[in-house]
């Protein structure tokens, strides 16, 4: 009796085998720009589950997750896709070069895959004003992006790595199911800041700097424009039609988040006695100096988180208006330092 012959089933493709049911209209925005918000939540599910299964990997670990960004909702890759990734289509990094470009670190990673094919791509993160183990934390933070972008442009995957989203102004990560904003750890995701833009004025010659002589970093660039416009989130250059290169003060609540913050610190560090009517007054007054400092100098990554809580604490802790006096200069003179120093780091490089 003649053995049976065998069929063949083709495996269908992962997008094919999600989109047999969506709308033409959705099924475009799909395809053409990978916006996944015109799937229910059932097909969302469905679609990450099978592009896990054609790639090979496996969607328990969460390889992928969601991302807002301008309002598409985009498939994006955590540090467990690209570890998987690396392993399976056996991607190896051949050779990491670093270099230090004004106040910026470069690092370009070199590699191939299984098959010979080779690739590069980049990493790269501000270091201006940076020192000690912060300023390690990001030159490995760079050599990390480069490597997974390598990964990720080896296995032809045109999507975002975990460590690019927060660099995007507006990005958030958002649940699969509620489409609610949520941390890329998966809790609930803090309330954002709103912002708010003003066209301020004209840019100042020094942020261009001499015309035949070294450019200022970009972290002088914002203290220049702090000191014309005053403490903002921070300010962008941007050439406006029919005005030209203009100054754009970009704000949020920052300030006042900071304020309050130093007056609950006050009212619960209890009073020292012979503390003066008039030393309070001038401790409230000298309030909004303070904060505006911290303010302007934490955007600027002249003063670290730590630093900043650190001063509200002293702060807090004076006896008399020397003492503010001391506390306000100890932290000026410390962020007016490291921009110094980031100035003169970028006229080396």
């Not at 012959?5 to 999600?18: F, M």
């Not at 029919?242 to 003060?249: A, P, S, Y």
């Not at 400092?293 to 509200?312: C, Q």
Request: charged share 30%; net charge neutral.
């Amino acid at each position: 009796m003649p053995a049976a012959k065998k069929t063949k089933v083709a495996k269908r493709s992962a997008p094919a085998a999600v989109i047999a049911t969506v709308p033409r209209e959705t099924l475009s925005k799909l395809v053409l720009k990978g916006d996944l918000s015109g799937l229910s939540e059932t097909e969302r599910m469905d679609y990450y589950f099978r592009f896990c299964e054609h790639l090979g990997l496996d969607p328990v670990t969460r390889p992928f997750d969601l991302l807002n960004l301008s309002g598409k909702l985009v498939l994006y890759a955590h540090k467990g896709c690209t570890d998987q990734l690396r392993k399976k289509y056996g991607v190896s990094v051949t050779d990491l070069r670093g270099e230090t470009i004004q106040d910026c670190y470069r690092v370009t990673a070199l590699g191939r895959d299984h098959t010979g094919r080779t690739d590069a791509s980049t990493g790269v993160v501000k270091v201006g004003g940076l020192l000690g183990d912060n300023y390690a934390n990001a030159v490995m933070k760079a050599e990390t992006k480069a490597k997974r972008r390598l990964t990720l442009s080896l296995c032809g995957l045109g999507m975002l790595d975990e460590s690019e989203i927060e660099t995007i102004p507006g990005a958030m990560t958002v649940d699969f199911q509620s489409g609610e904003p949520i941390e890329p750890d998966g809790s609930p995701a803090p309330p954002r800041e709103a912002e708010t833009e003003t066209i301020v004025g004209e840019v100042p010659p020094a942020y261009w700097g001499p015309r035949n002589g070294p450019r200022p970093s970009e972290a002088k660039k914002q203290m220049i424009l702090v000191e014309k416009y005053g403490p903002a989130k921070r300010y962008e250059v941007r050439k406006i039609e029919d005005q030209g290169w203009r100054v754009v003060k970009i704000d949020s609540d920052m300030s006042g988040v900071l304020q309050e913050s130093i007056k609950e610190r006050e009212a619960a560090t209890p009073k020292g006695e012979g503390e003066s009517a008039d030393f309070h007054k001038e401790k409230e007054k000298m309030l909004p100096r303070m904060a505006n400092l911290l303010e302007a100098n934490l955007a600027s990554n002249f003063l670290t988180a730590d630093e900043v809580s650190a001063a509200k604490r002293e702060y807090n802790l004076t006896k008399s208006v020397e003492d503010l006096t001391a506390v306000y200069k100890k932290y000026h003179d410390l962020a007016a330092g490291r921009s110094l120093d980031a100035d003169a780091k970028g006229s080396v490089s």
